[in-house]
């Protein structure tokens, strides 16, 4: 079974930046990969996913320019670069597996992390 751990979030001003990443340990296979996040009070939204060669890439409007993700398969390892944050940006921020295509879906992730905090005060 794989397991997925994210790390990198925390307490950033607007305008700056942050890199969460994701690193996947135990059986892997070939997923895709892709980030979700839940804001206080707010559904879970998708943000951005990569395929299993690091190929194919899509985003949410909301981040489309100023989210970049991207993967190390030697590491085991997704990323997501984010820059130009704003405190709408803040949000628990998860990461997730699918041995289907990427795409924004998430019932189409059956591999979850635990999250982690991205605070963004202005």
């Known amino acids: 079974q794989v397991q997925l751990v994210e790390s990198g979030g925390g307490l950033v001003q607007a305008g700056g930046s942050l890199r969460l990443s994701c690193a996947a340990s135990?059986?892997?296979?070939?997923?895709?990969m892709a980030w979700f996040r839940r804001a206080p009070g707010k559904e879970r939204e998708f943000v951005a996913a990569?395929?299993?060669?690091?190929?194919?890439?899509m985003y949410a409007d909301s981040v489309k320019g100023r989210f970049t993700i991207s993967r190390d398969n030697g590491k085991n390892t997704a990323y997501l670069q984010m820059n130009s944050l704003n405190p709408e940006d803040t949000a628990v921020y998860y990461c997730?597996?699918?041995?289907?295509?990427?795409?924004?879906?998430?019932?189409?992730?059956?591999?979850w992390g635990q999250g982690t905090q991205v605070t963004v005060f202005s």
């Open positions: 990569i395929s299993w060669s690091g190929g194919g890439t």
């Open positions: 135990g059986r892997t296979f070939r997923y895709a």
């Open positions: 997730a597996a699918s041995g289907s295509a990427y795409s924004q879906i998430p019932d189409e992730y059956k591999i």
